[in-house]
């Protein structure tokens, strides 16, 4: 990704030096957090079970965890830095080609544009609740899921799980990125006049239902105003196809496979993949290829660590045993 980065910033001119301070101090923000959360967790678990000296318990799980918060404190924001990057590169380099394509499977797969389709069944009545769930709650369970895997998971599942994360974003958000580029419904009319304007009913509705300071009014804004720009902000960039909303909650649901975590994150997925339509930042295809990418990846990077060719420090369970006395 880094290396895409690099390519793309200097073929379109890219400003990014903006973007480390941001990421890394967002990472590291939240890390700490999740450490604190964590360590809380710990010992009232400890307590419960009445050990003996629960602090310095603790303590060893913190310390055997301090190699795998790499992650979340250096590896994921660089990835980020270098995502953001490539993405905010494409109209410069390859425009969105596939618009019109992509907006046509969406009328062929469900019968009528996803946007239509989530308008039918939701209405607007609730859209403040599902805009908080589509920009809140997908970017704080990313943020949190990030540090807390690391942090409370088995070393091979932390291995497989920013493995197969971090190959969706990549194979997903930069190769299929650049590959057939979409701008998304919201924003076709940047890209392709004469589609844009099939779905000026969407860009009303969002304007006479959403409030103007709401996530959504705002995180568009956003994008709109750097779009021409040749430098970088943090979460800035449009790009539709595939979607990284859907392929990050379908790594949460590979990973909750077999685990009481699997309805919400059924649950999540669906509703991230509904708001997706509904708000217009997507085709529902975006979704579908991103789900499609991510278990893909997921299986790979599973037997990547498949626990017979594992060294013994990262088979699951492995983790360096503190011993726990009863009183």
Not at 173 to 196: C, Q
Not at 267 to 272: D, R
Request: with cysteine; net charge positive.
């Amino acid at each position: 990704m880094a290396c895409a980065a690099l390519s793309t910033a200097r073929l379109a001119h890219i400003d990014f030096s903006r973007l480390f301070a941001p990421y890394f101090s967002a990472s590291g923000s939240v890390t700490l957090l999740c450490v604190g959360l964590s360590a809380f967790v710990w010992v009232a678990q400890l307590a419960r079970r009445r050990a003996d000296d629960p602090l310095r318990i603790v303590a060893g799980r913190l310390r055997a965890r301090m190699p795998l918060l790499l992650l979340p404190l250096v590896v994921f924001p660089l990835f980020m830095v270098a995502y953001t990057c490539a993405k905010t590169a494409i109209p410069f380099l390859v425009g969105y080609r596939w618009e019109g394509f992509w907006a046509a499977g969406d009328r062929m797969i469900f019968g009528d544009d996803a946007w239509r389709i989530a308008h039918r069944w939701l209405g607007t009545r609730w859209m403040p609740a599902w805009e908080w769930l589509y920009t809140v709650g997908w970017g704080g369970a990313l943020a949190f899921t990030v540090a807390l895997v690391p942090l409370n998971a088995r070393p091979r599942t932390v291995a497989v799980f920013y493995t197969a994360m971090l190959a969706s974003w990549l194979v997903g958000g930069f190769l299929f990125a650049y590959a057939f580029s979409a701008a998304g419904p919201v924003f076709a009319h940047l890209t392709d006049p004469k589609l844009g304007a099939s779905f000026t009913e969407l860009r009303q509705v969002l304007d006479n239902s959403l409030t103007p300071n709401g996530s959504i009014r705002l995180t568009q804004r956003y994008l709109l105003d750097a779009f021409d720009a040749h430098i970088a902000f943090k979460g800035g960039g449009i790009s539709a196809f595939p979607s990284m909303h859907i392929a990050t909650v379908s790594i949460y649901v590979m990973a909750a496979r077999r685990t009481r975590w699997i309805v919400p994150a059924v649950l999540f997925w669906t509703v991230i993949f509904v708001g997706s339509g509904y708000f217009g930042y997507h085709y529902w295809v975006d979704g579908l290829a991103a789900a499609a990418v991510a278990a893909v990846c997921w299986v790979l990077a599973e037997r990547i660590f498949a626990e017979r060719l594992l060294p013994r420090e990262l088979e699951d369970g492995a983790e360096a045993p503190v011993k726990v006395e009863r009183l």
